[in-house]
């Protein structure tokens, strides 16, 4: 628990010290045929670059994590209607607010606004999400398909 507090301060911290939870800032990347901001592109290669290098680090030579009894690493899903689905929708939210749920965060213990009413959203739009699924179900008289059980850890 320590360690995931630890990890997400230095997220946090790099997301401020970037400006990645400003707005203005994420628009102006989005904005590729005005005044295009490309400081989003350095932060997220920077990011990809540093993960890349430690996930062969890491995974591949240690054989159990620090802190943890083992890796959890992700398996392949298929690309389905559902995760296109999602994914557009997502694309669609943090261009038109500039904020993605990390950086919202952030911002909303930063006292922003515009962060809180996001936060709020993306709680109501995940509660919509969870409760769909359910009465799409029971509608049809369709039972519930048996999915991978998540652990309170694995968030």
Same mark, same amino acid.
């Given at each position: 628990?320590?360690?995931?507090? /630890?990890?997400? $301060?230095?997220? !946090?911290? +790099?997301? &401020?010290? &970037? ?9 102006? #990347? ?16 920077? !990011?990809?670059?540093?993960? $890349?290098?430690?996930?062969? /680090?890491?995974? @591949? ?11 959890? *690493? ?6 389905? $209607?559902?995760? *296109?689905?999602?994914?557009?929708? #997502? ?13 919202? /965060? ?11 009413? #996001? ?5 109501? +739009? &995940?509660?919509?999400?969870? *409760?769909?699924?359910?009465?799409? @179900? !029971? ?11 998540? !652990?309170?850890?694995?968030?």
């Amino acid at each position: 628990m320590f360690a995931a507090f /630890v990890a997400g $301060a230095l997220f !946090a911290l +790099g997301l &401020s010290l &970037s400006g990645m939870t400003e707005p203005a800032r994420v628009i102006g #990347f989005l904005d590729i045929t005005g005044e295009w901001d490309p400081s989003l592109a350095f932060v997220m290669g920077g !990011a990809v670059t540093v993960y $890349a290098v430690l996930y062969q /680090v890491i995974v @591949r030579r240690l054989a159990q994590p620090l802190v943890a009894d083992e890796f959890h *690493v992700p398996q392949r899903a298929p690309i389905d $209607a559902k995760l *296109v689905f999602g994914a557009a929708l #997502f694309g669609v939210g943090w261009g038109l607010a500039g904020f993605c749920p990390g950086p919202a /965060v952030v911002a909303l213990g930063a006292g922003k606004v515009e962060a809180a009413l #996001f936060v709020l959203a993306l709680i109501a +739009g &995940s509660w919509v999400a969870s *409760v769909l699924p359910r009465i799409g @179900r !029971a509608a049809t008289g369709a039972r519930e398909q048996p999915g991978p059980e998540l !652990a309170s850890d694995d968030f």
